[in-house]
C-alpha cells in the first residue's frame, strides 16, 4: 500500500480535525443525548444538525424515531466515561490475526522490491494492529474488574447478582477461547528471522498476553468465589422466606421443645459440646490403692548416661571469657547511653556519644546493641523513647538504604 499523497493527507486532516471540533462544540448536548438515549433536536440549529448528520455523528435510525448518537459515538464515549452497561468489546482476535498477517506479508513485499518508505509504513501499521490486538484484550479485562467492583454491589437481588456473574463467566471464556487462538509456532514462522517482526510479534506480544492470562487466571478466581458466596447468601434467603410463608399459613405454630426431645435436628443442635473434667480425690482412702497404682504405672525417664568427654583446653575457656567480658562490657556502655538520654531528656546521637565517651566499639557493632537494646525493652518503657534513623542510600546506582546514625531521646508526656 502507497503512503497518502500529500494532498490527500491534507485534506483528511482538515475533514478529521474539523469533525472533532464539531464534538467539541456541541459536547454538552451530546452527552445529554447519549444519557437520555435520543437528541433533542430543539437543543441545535438547524445548520449544527446538518453538519453533525454530515459528519457521521449523529443519524436516525427510522423516519418515526428521533436522532440518536452513531453506535460508535456511543462506544467511545461508553468506553471513556467506563460505562459498562453500554460498552461492547470487541476481541475479534481472528480476524486482528489476518490482519497482521496481511501487513506482515506487505511488510515483506515492500522489502523485496526495495521500497523502504512503504516497508516502514507497513511496518508501523503493523504495530498498531499488534497493540490494538492487546488493547482490546486489556480493555476486555478492565471492564470484567469494573462489572465485579460495581454492579455486583448494586443490583437488587441474588438472582440479578448470579446473571451477571453468568455474563462476566461468558465473557471471561471467549477472552480465553480468543488468547487459545493466538499460536506463537506462526507467528515464529511470520518473523522468519527478522528482528524488528520477531520483537514485535513474539517478544512483546507474548508478555503482554502471558500478563493478560495471569488477569483473566485472577478474575475467574474471584467469580468462583463470588458465585460460592451467592449461592449460599440465596440457600439462606430461601430458607428464611419459606419459613415466614409456613409461619403465614399457620399462625399458631409453637416449635417443639428441642431440649426434651432425644433426637434433635442438626439445624438447631448448634451448642458446643461440654467436656467433662476430672480431678483425684484424695480425701477418698478407697481411692488411694488405685492412686498409687497409677502413680506406679507412669513410665519413668530413661537415665541418661553422662559420658566422659575430654575438657576443653585451657586457652578456648579463656576466650569464652573474654568474649562473654566483652559482650558485657558493650551492654554496660549502651546501658550508659540510655541513662544519659533520660538524664538529659532530648535527643543525643548515638555515634556522637560513642565518639565523646572515647569509646573502642565499632560503629556499626554499637548502633546495632543500641537498636538491639531499645527493640528487648518492654512495651510501656519502650513508648517513652523516641528513635529516628539517620538512612543513606549505598550508592548512586543501589537503592538499598543503611543506617548512618541514631538519635534517641525522651517522647514529651
Not at 523485496?112 to 486489556?138: I, M, N, P
Not at 487459545?180 to 509456532?185: A, Q, R, V
Not at 583446653?313 to 579463656?318: D, G, M, V
Amino acid at each position: 500500500m502507497a503512503p497518502l499523497e500529500p494532498a490527500i493527507a491534507s485534506n483528511l486532516f482538515s475533514i478529521g480535525a474539523e469533525r472533532l471540533a464539531l464534538l467539541g462544540k456541541h459536547h454538552k448536548a451530546l452527552m445529554q443525548g447519549y444519557v437520555d438515549g435520543f437528541i433533542d433536536e430543539s437543543a441545535f440549529s438547524e445548520g449544527a444538525l446538518k453538519k453533525l448528520i454530515a459528519a457521521r455523528i449523529l443519524w436516525r435510525p427510522d423516519e418515526q424515531q428521533p436522532l440518536a448518537l452513531r453506535p460508535l459515538v456511543s462506544e467511545l464515549i461508553a468506553s471513556m466515561v467506563a460505562d459498562e452497561n453500554r460498552r461492547q468489546i470487541n476481541a475479534d482476535v481472528a480476524e486482528k490475526l489476518e490482519q497482521i498477517r496481511n501487513r506482515v506479508q506487505a511488510y515483506r513485499d515492500a522489502q523485496f522490491k526495495g521500497d523502504y518508505s512503504v516497508a516502514e509504513l507497513q511496518l508501523q501499521r503493523l504495530t498498531e494492529h499488534v497493540h490494538d490486538l492487546s488493547g482490546q484484550f486489556e480493555e476486555a479485562i478492565d471492564s470484567l474488574w469494573h462489572r465485579l467492583n460495581s454492579d455486583f454491589g448494586f443490583v437488587s437481588s441474588l438472582d440479578d447478582k448470579i446473571r451477571e456473574n453468568e455474563r462476566a463467566q461468558k465473557q471471561l471464556r471467549r477472552l480465553l477461547d480468543g488468547l487459545d487462538l493466538l499460536d506463537f509456532h506462526e507467528l515464529i514462522e511470520l518473523s522468519e528471522g527478522n528482528n524488528h517482526l520477531r520483537k514485535l510479534l513474539v517478544s512483546q506480544l507474548q508478555n503482554q498476553l502471558s500478563s493478560h492470562h495471569s488477569s483473566l487466571l485472577e478474575v475467574q478466581k474471584r467469580l468462583v468465589e463470588l458465585l460460592a458466596k451467592f449461592r449460599q447468601q440465596q440457600a439462606r434467603s430461601l430458607l428464611i422466606a419459606n419459613m415466614a410463608a409456613f409461619l403465614r399459613q399457620h399462625p399458631k405454630y409453637q416449635p417443639a421443645d428441642y431440649p426434651h426431645r432425644s433426637d434433635v435436628p442438626s439445624l438447631f443442635n448448634q451448642a458446643a459440646s461440654i467436656k467433662p473434667q476430672a480431678a483425684i480425690a484424695l480425701d477418698k482412702a478407697t481411692e488411694r490403692q488405685v492412686l498409687a497404682e497409677l502413680v506406679r504405672a507412669l513410665p519413668r525417664p530413661s537415665s541418661v548416661t553422662i559420658t566422659d568427654t575430654q575438657s576443653a583446653s585451657f586457652s578456648l575457656l579463656l576466650q569464652d571469657e573474654e568474649i562473654a567480658a566483652r559482650q558485657q562490657a558493650l551492654k554496660t556502655d549502651v546501658e550508659n547511653f540510655y541513662l544519659r538520654v533520660i538524664d538529659q531528656g532530648g535527643k543525643i546521637s548515638a555515634l556522637d556519644y560513642l565518639s565523646t565517651q572515647q569509646l573502642t566499639w565499632d560503629s556499626e557493632i554499637w548502633l546495632y546493641q543500641i537498636i538491639a537494646e531499645y527493640q528487648a525493652l518492654p512495651l510501656d518503657e519502650k513508648q517513652m523513647f523516641s528513635i529516628t534513623r539517620e538512612e543513606a542510600p549505598a550508592s548512586a546506582f543501589n537503592g538499598l538504604l543503611l543506617i548512618r546514625d541514631i538519635n534517641i531521646g525522651l517522647k514529651a508526656a
